[in-house]
């Protein structure tokens, strides 16, 4: 059973059941006196029908989903002879994977006998496995097919039973982020403490030199690693620093002009053409950086005398910032649209000039709207990893001079996890625990929005 099939026929069969429910609800109400007779609209008895029929085969097939390469494995493995049966777990797990290559056909006809007939007794098991879910998942529906017409009178609450089914999905969709959320923070969270458990808590918090990596030899400077993540967070505070400095007044300064200023004409090409900035990978900006702004900048820095890296925070932040200009222009511009027209107009009435209006009234009024614009935009750059590896380097320097390499939060826990890694080492587990810091340095800064946009509201709402 493949899922389109399964997925096809299910579809069928929900069609099916909308259609028969809806035509006996139509039927009854016409031996009754008409539609008024019904408790709910034909529609919601066809839904309800539909409904019936396709959910339970739906969720039970999403369950068998998962639990059906488990199932058929251990069916197998019960049928294996007893000294491959009482392999330890590894050894075992190898020989389950080398049967299910021979079953998908990756295993040329050279390899042994042993592992030819296996794979196709694990095949042959696995389509019955198949054949026998979808027998069962479409028996399921056909029942549920009868059971929604046996239950369609005209008595029956279908609108009240199909709105429960669809507030009960709104609610599972809502649980999904709630959980996705909690899930990562749990998970997060087990592993800084595990960290913690090897790295004093001071040490990771206040400790002012970073140097993970392992030690050949026990003479090495890092020879029992550094875990002190100052530098890091200065340097993601410098780099988002330098790109806010950039994008906050270009960006809000764009989205008064298009709104106040510019023609319909000159909107409807340059906002577009401003958003673009937006759809632009991030790696292209990094090679931008590194091959284009930096050598500019550092052409720039030795004409005045100052020495520039050839990997600078200065570089990564300015790039950073026209990045991120789509995120405060098109948000601003949506708010400051959004200002009442009446607000002004009176403020024209009382003899107040366009720019004064603007000033006075239409910012403070779209303020909250500007500041989680801004505050989207500081967790954008935040969280930007390519153009810092490219443009700023990896050097955890504790520095505020932008002309030096420095390096970031999110760029250490790129590093950090790339390639083979052993979870018991504290160089690994570092990076969750700058990811669990980096949580919650972004909740306060979200805390601190909300004030911001509570106070402003209550005085302009």
Same mark, same amino acid.
């Given at each position: 059973m493949t899922a389109g099939v399964f997925f096809a026929v299910l579809l069928i069969l929900a069609l099916l059941a909308f259609v028969a429910g809806q035509k006996k609800a139509l039927t009854q109400a016409a031996s009754l006196g008409g539609v008024r007779y019904l408790d709910s609209l034909p529609f919601y008895y066809g839904m309800l029908a539909a409904i019936t029929c396709a @959910?339970?085969?739906? !969720? /039970?097939?999403?369950?068998?989903?998962?639990?059906?390469?488990?199932?058929?494995n251990a069916l197998f493995v019960a049928g294996l002879p007893a000294a491959q049966r009482d392999l330890p777990a590894v050894e075992l797990q190898i020989l389950m994977n080398t049967i299910k290559n021979s079953a998908s056909g990756h295993m040329d006809a050279s390899a042994a006998v042993e592992i030819l007939e296996a794979g196709a007794r694990y095949r042959e098991l696995a389509v019955k496995s198949n054949a026998l879910a979808f027998s069962l998942l479409v028996a399921l529906a056909v029942a549920g097919f009868a059971l929604a017409w046996w239950r369609t009178t005209p008595v029956l609450q279908a609108r009240v039973q199909v709105e429960k089914v669809c507030r009960g999905f709104l609610i599972a969709c809502a649980m999904i982020a709630i959980l996705t959320t909690l899930g990562i923070v749990v998970s997060v969270l087990f592993e800084s403490i595990r960290f913690f458990r090897i790295v004093p808590p001071a040490e990771f918090l206040f400790g002012l030199e970073w140097s993970p990596q392992i030690a050949i030899r026990a003479d090495q400077a890092g020879s029992s690693g550094a875990f002190g993540a100052v530098p890091l967070?200065?340097?993601?505070?410098?780099?988002? !620093?330098?790109? &806010?400095? =950039?994008?906050? *007044?270009? $960006? /809000? &300064?764009?989205?008064?002009?298009?709104?106040?200023?510019?023609?319909?004409?000159?909107?409807?090409?340059?906002?577009? %053409? %401003?958003?673009? %900035?937006?759809?632009?990978?991030?790696?292209?900006? $990094?090679?931008?950086?590194? !091959?284009?702004?930096?050598?500019?900048?550092?052409?720039?820095?030795?004409?005045?005398?100052?020495?520039?890296?050839?990997?600078?925070a200065l570089v990564a932040g300015l790039v950073m910032g026209v990045m991120i200009i789509p995120f405060i222009?098109?948000?601003?511009?949506?708010?400051?649209?959004?200002?009442?027209?009446?607000?002004?107009?009176?403020?024209? #009435?009382?003899?107040?000039?366009?720019?004064?209006?603007?000033?006075?009234?239409?910012? *403070?009024?779209?303020?909250? $709207?500007?500041?989680?614009? @801004? /505050?989207?935009?500081?967790?954008?750059?935040?969280?930007?990893? &390519?153009?810092?590896? &490219?443009?700023?380097?990896? #050097?955890?320097?504790?520095?505020?001079?932008?002309?030096?390499?420095?390096?970031?939060?999110?760029?250490?826990? #790129?590093?950090? %996890? =790339?390639?083979?890694?052993?979870?018991?080492?504290?160089?690994?587990?570092? #990076?969750?625990?700058?990811?669990?810091l980096l949580f919650v340095i972004t909740l306060l800064f979200n805390v601190l929005a909300l004030h911001i946009v509570k106070k402003y509201r209550e005085q302009y709402e």
């Open positions: @959910v339970p085969a739906l !969720l /039970l097939g999403g369950l068998w989903t998962l639990a059906a390469d488990a199932a058929v967070f200065t340097g993601t505070l410098l780099i988002s !620093l330098i790109a &806010m400095l =950039v994008a906050v *007044p270009a $960006g /809000l &300064m764009s989205a008064i002009f298009l709104s106040e200023y510019a023609s319909f004409t000159v909107r409807r090409v340059m906002k577009p %053409l %401003l958003e673009l %900035l937006a759809g632009i990978p991030t790696v292209v900006y $990094g090679f931008f950086a590194a !091959l284009t702004v930096a050598p500019i900048v550092r052409e720039l820095g030795l004409e005045l005398g100052l020495a520039v890296s050839s990997e600078s222009s098109s948000l601003s511009d949506d708010v400051i649209n959004a200002v009442p027209q009446a607000m002004r107009d009176g403020s024209y #009435a009382l003899g107040a000039t366009q720019a004064e209006t603007i000033i006075k009234v239409i910012i *403070p009024a779209a303020l909250p $709207g500007i500041v989680g614009g @801004v /505050l989207l935009a500081v967790s954008r750059a935040i969280g930007e990893t &390519m153009i810092v590896v &490219m443009a700023a380097g990896l #050097a955890a320097n504790l520095t505020a001079n932008p002309f030096e390499s420095v390096t970031t939060v999110t760029a250490q826990i #790129a590093t950090l %996890l =790339v390639g083979d890694q052993e979870f018991d080492s504290a160089k690994t587990l570092a #990076a969750f625990a700058l990811g669990l």
